[in-house]
C-alpha cells in the first residue's frame, strides 16, 4: 500500500494486517552540481526499488512518502527529524519498520534508528542494462527474504 487516496482507504478498512512500514531515504545534494545526475538516479532507483518489494508484498507492507534530506546538513538533524516520522508511524501501530537507501552515510549511524536499515550499494561504473537489471533482481530478492525473515520471528 502507498500513499495515495485508493490505498489509504483499503489501509484504513485492514490495517490490522498490514504490520510493516517501508521509508525510502532520500539524499538531495544541491550544493554540488556534479552530483545532481548521480543522486537523481538513485533515488529513481530507490523508488523502483521500494516499489517492487510493495508491490510483492500488497497487503502486508505500507511504503510512506519518501524521507528526503540534504547531504550537507548534519547527519543528527537527520536523525532526528528521521526518528520523529517513525514514532508517528508506531502510533499506528507498525511492528516492522524498514529503513531504505543506497546512501551507504545511514550505515554509520543505524544503531541510533528505530528502524532496520535496508542499505543496498549502488552499482557503479559502465555495467550493461540487463546485467544491471538481474544484479537489482538477486538483491531486491535478498530484501524481501530478509523483510520475511523478520515476520516470522
Avoid: C
Avoid at 526499488?49 to 508491490?55: H, V
Avoid at 531504505?100 to 549502488?122: I, M, Q
Avoid at 537489471?133 to 527474504?145: A, G, N, R, Y
Wanted: without cysteine; aromatic residues 14%; glycine residues 4%.
Amino acid at each position: 500500500m502507498q500513499w495515495k487516496e485508493s490505498d489509504i482507504m483499503q489501509y484504513i478498512e485492514a490495517k490490522e494486517y498490514v504490520d510493516t512500514l517501508i521509508i525510502p531515504l532520500i539524499p538531495m545534494p544541491l550544493e554540488k552540481e556534479e552530483e545532481l545526475v548521480k543522486y537523481a538516479g538513485m533515488a529513481e532507483l530507490t523508488h523502483f526499488a521500494a516499489m517492487t518489494i510493495e508491490n510483492q508484498f500488497k497487503g502486508r507492507i505500507f511504503l510512506s512518502p519518501s524521507f528526503h534530506y540534504f547531504k550537507s546538513t548534519s547527519k543528527k538533524l537527520d536523525i532526528t527529524l528521521l526518528q520523529q516520522w517513525i514514532k508517528q508511524y508506531q502510533q499506528l501501530p507498525f511492528d516492522h519498520v524498514f529503513l531504505f537507501t543506497f546512501d551507504h552515510a545511514w550505515k554509520k549511524v543505524e544503531k541510533e534508528l528505530d528502524g532496520t536499515l535496508l542499505w543496498l550499494p549502488a552499482v557503479g561504473g559502465k555495467i550493461e542494462e540487463a546485467r544491471a537489471s538481474e544484479m537489482m533482481k538477486e538483491q531486491l530478492h535478498q530484501i524481501m527474504d530478509l523483510i520475511q525473515s523478520y515476520w516470522q520471528e
